[in-house]
């Protein structure tokens, strides 16, 4: 079966799965990148997810391959381009992207970008200070110099106005920052409207329910949740006895690729008895674990679209069957014991 499409913003369809590309050009080769992109497609997947600072880990010399596979991607297999713009209701194939804004650490970027200003969004086409990535609590003392929201706004105004971009959603918000976005921005009509919010949301990490999903529910923005499989923890791939296949992510760039492994520590014992526990419900029920994280994240209200990545195809597959599964109220009301006992461990 096809997958399934969801109405994001007036017409604007993404399918319920986004394929994320921070795999291509690093672990995965132009060849291979062609072939998952060709059979994501080929199922229904409309949606694809890319940053400029991509693939993972960041490095200054690989910087920007993830954005060239797509690109090269949509002009070999000659895609329409208002298909790829979002230029019109047909299109078919929608692009997220997000834009590196300060982080100390890819200075090959614009030379590091210090803000996100409206030169650092109009080069690119966050912000200030936001805890994220494993930190969940806030620190005054850790906010730089933060452009002005209006700011923001007004340059992606401006590539609304020309063309460049139909939509803005914003990532790794908090309350405040949603709410301070919708605000200014209904203050000013050529101010682009937020439609949506890319948030880590999966069985590991559901603090998206404490209080974004209340302004997303009132303000109807929708959630692009990312790593609903918590970089491929969920699977269970990591605690087979040899630990996992040497070219999983944390196999192959361990001690190399800090963002990843602060949040998705494998030698947390909490993390570790929550992923079991939700591998014993999968076990349960006769479910492939990867159905049962994904199903999750998808039977949430407010999730428009669940980001996930893969490098083999055998692997784009079943997180493609997982869109036909639908979980029982008895397998929800165990995830939610689990949930319960180690409530999210990689936030």
Not at 120 to 137: H, L, Q, T
């Amino acid at each position: 079966m096809a997958v399934p499409l969801f109405n994001l913003a007036p017409d604007l369809s993404v399918s319920r799965l986004c394929l994320g590309t921070m795999t291509f050009g690093e672990q995965n080769s132009m060849s291979e990148s062609f072939r998952l992109l060709d059979h994501a497609f080929d199922a229904g997947i409309n949606f694809f997810d890319s940053a400029e600072m991509y693939p993972v880990p960041q490095r200054a010399d690989t910087q920007g391959r993830s954005e060239e596979h797509l690109g090269r991607w949509v002009r070999d297999r000659k895609i329409p381009r208002d298909r790829v713009v979002l230029a019109t209701k047909e299109s078919s194939i929608k692009f997220s992207m997000k834009v590196s804004g300060p982080s100390g650490q890819m200075t090959w970027i614009r030379d590091g970008p210090k803000c996100l200003d409206a030169w650092n969004i109009s080069e690119a086409i966050d912000n200030r200070y936001v805890p994220m990535f494993g930190k969940f609590e806030y620190d005054p003392t850790h906010q730089y110099s933060a452009i002005t929201v209006e700011e923001q706004l007004e340059a992606l105004g401006r590539a609304v106005s020309s063309g460049k971009i139909r939509y803005v959603g914003l990532s790794n918000e908090t309350p405040y920052g949603v709410m301070k976005f919708l605000h200014v921005a209904k203050r000013v009509p050529s101010y682009p409207k937020v439609v949506s919010v890319q948030n880590c949301y999966s069985l590991l990490c559901r603090t998206f329910d404490s209080g974004m999903a209340e302004c997303c529910h009132h303000e109807r923005i929708s959630l692009l949740a990312y790593s609903p499989l918590a970089m491929g923890i969920l699977s269970g791939k990591y605690f087979l006895p040899d630990g996992g296949p040497l070219d999983a992510r944390l196999n192959l760039f361990k001690g190399r690729y800090s963002e990843g492994e602060s949040r998705y520590n494998l030698s947390n014992s909490i993390v570790t008895a929550a992923v079991m526990g939700y591998l014993k419900i999968a076990d349960k029920y006769g479910l492939c674990p990867v159905a049962l994280a994904i199903a999750f994240v998808l039977r949430h209200p407010l999730v428009a679209s669940a980001i996930f990545g893969a490098t083999k195809r055998w692997q784009l597959q079943e997180v493609l069957d997982a869109c036909s599964v639908e979980l029982s109220p008895e397998i929800v009301a165990e995830i939610n014991q689990i949930h319960a006992n180690y409530p999210n461990p990689c936030p």
